[in-house]
């Protein structure tokens, strides 16, 4: 069983930029391929969660939203059992509750995975709130 929390969230003006963090729990952290999705207030009925980023277990290769794209970093430390995301230019439409998520599948370690039910361990989530 993995759990993970998340930090970092919080409110911010448009353009600027926060760094989002997860910490793992258990030994098996640096196998998993870890992705941020985010849930937008339009979505929370729909209990729907919008992928956001992905990286393999090694780290080498990331994939991103293109909403995201250029914007946001994705990235990780296996010794510390750590995933961060980092969003520079920040939007109103960034505006969310991001979650981290850790997936234990074999074929997501090759490309990194985005659907939600390809997860299989999710942290609470962390508000970001972006102002215009």
């Known amino acids: 069983q993995v759990q993970l929390v998340e930090s970092g969230g919080g409110l911010v003006k448009a353009g600027d930029s926060l760094r989002l963090s997860c910490v793992a729990s258990g030994r098996m952290f640096s196998r998993y391929t870890m992705g941020w999705f985010r849930q937008t207030p339009g979505n929370e009925r729909q209990l729907k969660r919008e992928?956001?980023?992905?990286?393999?277990?090694?780290?080498?290769?990331?994939a991103y939203a293109d909403s995201v794209k250029g914007r946001f970093t994705i990235s990780r430390d296996n010794a510390k059992n750590m995933v961060y995301l980092q969003m520079n230019m920040l939007k109103p439409e960034d505006t969310a509750v991001y979650y981290c998520?850790?997936?234990?599948?074999?074929?997501?370690?090759?490309?990194?995975?985005?659907?939600?039910?390809?997860?299989?361990?999710w942290g609470q989530g962390t508000q970001v709130t972006v102002t215009s």
């Open positions: 992928f956001v980023a992905t990286i393999t277990s090694s780290g080498r290769i990331t």
């Open positions: 998520a850790g997936s234990a599948l074999d074929y997501c370690s090759e490309y990194g995975c985005r659907g939600e039910y390809e997860y299989d361990y």
